[in-house]
């Protein structure tokens, strides 16, 4: 950016000068994106380079070495990459702000009758995500008619006060399903990283269970007698990993029903389908979220990062998220909740 003060004409200067202004009063009112925004910029000036270098080297075979300047200027002066990079935050913002509808169709012989179920999962209800994002899903929600609502855990986190944490619960044990709201918990709703919570995990379980929605915890469900339903304990390492091997919450279980298990983190997918998972339903990665830095650290700790995934004739789905953690903008994916139909194969 000081090169392109430097050596460009007054409409470059200017335009920089305007750029720099709008980066360093969102960098003073909220650091995160003004972080994320420095990042993305790096990116696109990295890949620029390299686009530029692509050129050179064609023109230093082709045309010995007569390169234009007006490109080596075009990237060496930045206003390209600042004008990429605050496109990217704005898209960002509206993906985060406005989640999807994302569907999946599965069809087995272990049921008499079809099943609709909707997946929220990491929610994190803390203010980030504009309030009508979730009120507006919800009154879709109510209109698909489900079966069932599977809460897959981070509905809340950290950042999340007592008030805002018992008022997204109502809100979400307020859809009406058929066979219920069924939660399991993720590694962020107790608020095991803050050093002073905001509300005890025995608040958080009153306001759960007194919304009407049913926590499962290393337990099942058995739902008109043809699907088990089971809700893992979270797999974190702050105090709650001592959960039980899905075939030991299976016990007593009917082996014929179609069997459905939702972990918050997609976890001991492989194993669970030899053991009888049908259909298992994982969020926590929110799919990177940021691109490529959120995609790559994903990927390194968790190779099943977003989207569908079969073992044999079993499957699993890992949804991106309903919202995201940290920064309110996602630049990888895109918000969503997931509808899962489960159909019942003529016979």
Not at 160 to 167: D, L, N, R, S
Not at 175 to 197: K, L, T
Request: aromatic share 12%; hydrophobic share 45%.
């Amino acid at each position: 950016i000081f090169y392109g003060l430097a050596v460009n004409t007054w409409p470059y200067k200017l335009g920089l000068l305007v750029a720099v202004l709008v980066v360093s009063l969102l960098c003073l009112s909220f650091w995160p994106l003004g972080v994320m925004f420095l990042l993305h910029l790096l990116l696109l000036d990295l890949a620029l380079g390299m686009i530029v270098s692509v050129f050179w080297l064609g023109f230093l075979v082709v045309k010995k070495n007569k390169f234009p300047a007006r490109l080596k200027k075009l990237r060496s002066c930045g206003l390209l990459q600042l004008v990429a990079a605050l496109a990217l935050m704005l898209y960002g913002s509206y993906n985060f702000n406005h989640p999807v509808k994302t569907e999946y169709f599965v069809t087995t012989d272990k049921v008499a009758g079809d099943y609709r179920v909707v997946l929220i999962t990491d929610v994190h209800y803390s203010g980030l995500q504009l309030p009508e994002a979730l009120t507006e899903t919800i009154f879709e929600i109510q209109a698909l008619e489900p079966d069932l609502v599977i809460l897959g855990g981070d509905i809340v986190d950290e950042s999340t006060v007592k008030g805002q944490m018992e008022e997204v619960f109502r809100k979400l044990g307020g859809i009406d399903a058929r066979y219920g709201v069924y939660y399991v918990y993720g590694n962020h709703d107790r608020q095991p990283y803050a050093d002073q919570p905001n509300y005890t995990p025995a608040q958080l379980e009153a306001a759960i269970t007194s919304s009407g929605i049913t926590i499962l915890s290393d337990t099942y469900v058995t739902i008109q007698e043809d699907l088990v339903l089971v809700g893992r304990e979270d797999a974190s390492v702050f105090g709650y990993s001592g959960r039980k091997p899905v075939e030991a919450i299976l016990q007593g279980a009917d082996p014929q029903a179609f069997c459905l298990v939702v972990d918050h983190q997609p976890r001991d997918a492989v194993w669970n389908a030899s053991q009888g998972a049908d259909l298992q339903l994982f969020g926590h990665t929110h799919a990177g979220q940021v691109w490529p830095l959120g995609l790559l650290l994903t990927h390194l700790g968790q190779p099943m990062n977003y989207g569908w995934f079969s073992f044999g004739d079993k499957g699993a789905v890992v949804s991106s998220g309903f919202a995201g953690w940290g920064f309110p903008f996602r630049t990888q994916e895109h918000s969503e909740y997931v509808v899962i139909q489960i159909i019942a194969r003529a016979r």
